[in-house]
């Protein structure tokens, strides 16, 4: 008898315990939205790469997903002890992601610190990672060729920590570039390794994003990834001035130009293009390619010179406006303060209801 339990409800007045059959369910459940979570470390300023190659994504993803996006304070502990500027650049992290457009009512924007049931969720994970695979890590093995004075537990510890982190919203989806892959890899490592021992609690994690292939925005120097402490002169900052936009891309590298027609472009002049694309209107970059694939030697029709100067312009008024608001909202310490506060109460709410499950199934409920 299927029906039964449900005219027994019905007599009793309780719809509610009714089991309305999969359709209805399907027609009338609210859609979940799956859970995103990014984190970002508040070790130096946040540049153009961090722009193009994450934020300008997170503020894509706040409309499709469940956001939770945090500042790592505790992260940037296990490398920079010295918490003089912290408190500074926590904020102006914080600052810096709602001027490039994140909506603190849509997402959860918060600090890691303000929720300890990522702490408790990090004590447990903890029994369940092993020395020899936190030990072959690659981030830990590069931090302790470069700062072997330091080799504490908690970088030892640093995947577990991230795995919390994710964990404690039970995101599925975590937008995070390749250098990261491998500590994804280990939170489901360990998410696994608790489900298997205490029952199915935690969803596993992957990287995400929208685009295959992200932007890669390059150092002006042709060095490498743009990056928070090299070369200063060579990473465009959302917080430079409109002076220091224009000196450092007026001194970009570049060359005397292509030596054929339609020549492979050098990766720091392809860098200048990428650049160009994602700030100068559509036919200023068009203009530019045309001129250096019809330029050869003895007749170099590209003028990087006025290419830079073009690109300087563009890109101080791409910047000026998110450094202006950030500035804004950084001065502005009461509205800080709230964005702050309703962004750990979100993550909180999550968190617990998280931890609540997770002591269920470990068994660590008394009450
Ligand atoms: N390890 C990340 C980085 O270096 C920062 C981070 C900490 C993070 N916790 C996270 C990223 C959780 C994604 C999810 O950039």
């Not at 399907?26 to 946040?46: C, N, Q, Y």
């Amino acid at each position: 008898m299927p029906f039964l339990p449900g005219i027994i409800a019905i007599i009793q007045k309780k719809p509610w315990t009714i089991d309305y059959g999969l359709w209805t369910n399907l027609i009338f459940a609210p859609m979940e939205k799956e859970v995103v979570l990014s984190g970002i470390r508040p070790t130096g300023f946040l540049h153009l790469g961090n722009y193009f190659g994450a934020m300008r994504n997170y503020v894509r993803m706040q409309d499709d997903f469940n956001c939770y996006f945090f500042v790592a304070n505790w992260h940037s502990l296990t490398t920079h002890p010295d918490t003089k500027e912290l408190q500074n650049s926590v904020h102006r992290v914080i600052a810096e992601n709602i001027a490039c457009g994140l909506d603190p009512e849509k997402v959860a924007l918060y600090i890691q610190s303000d929720v300890p049931e990522i702490a408790e969720l990090y004590l447990y994970l903890n029994m369940l990672a092993y020395k020899g695979e936190l030990e072959k890590t690659v981030t830990f093995k590069e931090k302790v060729r470069l700062n072997p004075e330091n080799v504490n537990a908690g970088l030892l510890t640093y995947p577990v920590l991230q795995a919390a982190d994710i964990l404690i919203h039970r995101a599925v989806k975590v937008p995070v570039g390749k250098d990261q892959e491998q500590h994804l890899e280990m939170a489901r490592n360990f998410a696994e390794r608790f489900n298997y021992r205490y029952g199915e609690v935690l969803p596993l994690p992957y990287a995400f994003n929208y685009d295959s292939e992200l932007v890669r925005i390059m150092s002006l120097d042709g060095t490498g990834k743009m990056s928070k402490s090299e070369n200063q002169l060579a990473t465009l900052y959302l917080a430079d001035d409109d002076e220091s936009i224009r000196k450092k891309i007026m001194k970009a590298k570049t060359d005397q130009g292509p030596a054929e027609t339609n020549a492979v472009m050098p990766d720091y002049i392809r860098n200048l293009f990428t650049l160009m694309k994602l700030v100068s209107a559509a036919d200023t970059a068009k203009k530019f390619e045309d001129d250096f694939n019809a330029s050869s030697t003895g007749n170099c029709i590209i003028r990087y010179g006025d290419m830079k100067k073009q690109l300087a312009e563009d890109m101080a008024k791409f910047i000026q406006p998110i450094r202006e608001k950030a500035a804004d909202i950084q001065n502005n310490k009461p509205l800080l303060g709230k964005i702050i506060q309703q962004g750990a109460d979100k993550a909180r709410a999550s968190a617990s209801e998280t931890l609540k499950l997770v002591r269920q199934a470990i068994g660590m409920n008394y009450v």
